[in-house]
């Protein structure tokens, strides 16, 4: 079996989820290359095994978002302060799954060292957590922007699907997390004009998706 590259939506602390979208899609630890959207942390119960599983993936690219930056700031400053948005946003339940393992999240600070802000492959594909400005270049942008941006998932849902929204970079394909599809009713990935969607909402009663790049084929956590 050749290997392949997929694309995985945010996961938000979703183990079971995660080790289903996994089976499902027969992803191959040591051959496939995994690249993660954002968003590993949060809302759910196990944060700790989540980054646990991934650290099993030879061949890893990790995306930055934006609750990855709440619990990165919160290791960089001791530990002693949480923001307050971080807190209404789940990040109890991640400090709980680090004691429940009897660490702290610090054990995890190189794995999430390893995050970009976006990441461009081979076939001049972007990958972003949040969004950009489209006729802004990629590099010009900054980590916050790129981690929270939302204008660029309205942009796409506004758009006509079958024309392609023009980039500085002139970019294949965009795709993006954040910004789960079931705000639009949407279950599954949605693509149109030249962007993905791959946030399903797994973390505020959707589903967890993980696609092939190649074949767009993709494979879900069960309801």
Known sequence: MESRCLVLGDIHGELDALELVFKKSAFDFNNDTLIQIGDLCDRGPASYEVVELLKKCRHLILIEGNHDQWLKNYIKDGMQEMD??????????TLESYERNHCSPAVHQSFYEQQVPYYIDKDHN?????????????????????????NLVQEMMAANPERKLETADHFNHIYIGHTPTIYWNESKPVTRAGITNIDTG?????????????????????E
């Open 84 to 93: 307050e948005m971080w807190i209404q946003q789940g990040a109890l339940t």
């Open 126 to 150: 972007c990958f972003v957590h949040g969004g950009f400005a489209r006729m802004k270049k990629i590099a010009d942008q900054d980590p916050d922007t790129l981690a929270w941006n939302r």
């Open 202 to 222: 797994i973390a505020k009663g959707g589903l967890l998706s993980i696609m092939d790049i190649a074949t767009g084929q993709y494979w879900q956590s069960d």
